[in-house]
């Protein structure tokens, strides 16, 4: 199976005491290795629960999440965060950076979590900090910079571990047109360069035709746009 994620039959709700919010049902998705995938969808129709699926961080009401070869519901949590940490990358809807860490240290945060030496994390990070222009910055905390300067960051530490695929929830949302550009520009690079897969939330059309395949979210499940 060259899948590196695939989601068969989802069903998720949302559950508050008796209240039950159905999302997500008969959802199929499947990402093959180095494709690039847009999801568009109106706000609300549920990207931003797909994405916490596929990444392990919420389950499903039933149906199968794999990545690669791993059915998510046989593994434990800590197994999950190994997979995690070892072939996905996030690129969250608001960035995440840790605040009391430097640039550098956010970049280098999935391989310290895999208990790998730290000098070794550094030296990874302080190279990625240079393929996106920020290596002047490298000692700057979160809050000293800039809304497009933290979106980079939050790519670096999406890539450091060469994931296998790539999720980004709406990652220009907040940009401006130039720092978008350049955003949206690194996220192609890995794709084309490094055979990563890329999945992008977004609103934006024109993002959209530069992916492979351009699917909707709508009633719960996807479609071919
Ligand atoms: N904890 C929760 N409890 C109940 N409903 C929730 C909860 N979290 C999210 N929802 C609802 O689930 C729906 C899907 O949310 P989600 O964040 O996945 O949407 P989205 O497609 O990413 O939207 P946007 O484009 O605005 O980011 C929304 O209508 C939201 O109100
Ligand atoms: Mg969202």
Redesign the pocket.
Known sequence: MNNVIKCKNIRYS?H?GDRE?P?LSNLNFEVSQGESIAIL?Q???????LLNLIGGIDKPSSGEVYIGNNDLATLNEEKITELRAKSLGFVY?FHHLLKDFSAIENIAMPLLIQGINKETCIKKASQITKTIGLEHRENHLPSELSGGERQRVAIARAIISNPSCLLADEPTGNLDAKNASSVLELLINLNQQHGSSLIIVTHDEKIATKMDRVLVLEGGHLKAA
């Open positions: 949302y508050d919010t999302i969808g706000s609300g129709c549920g990207k931003s629960t809807q």
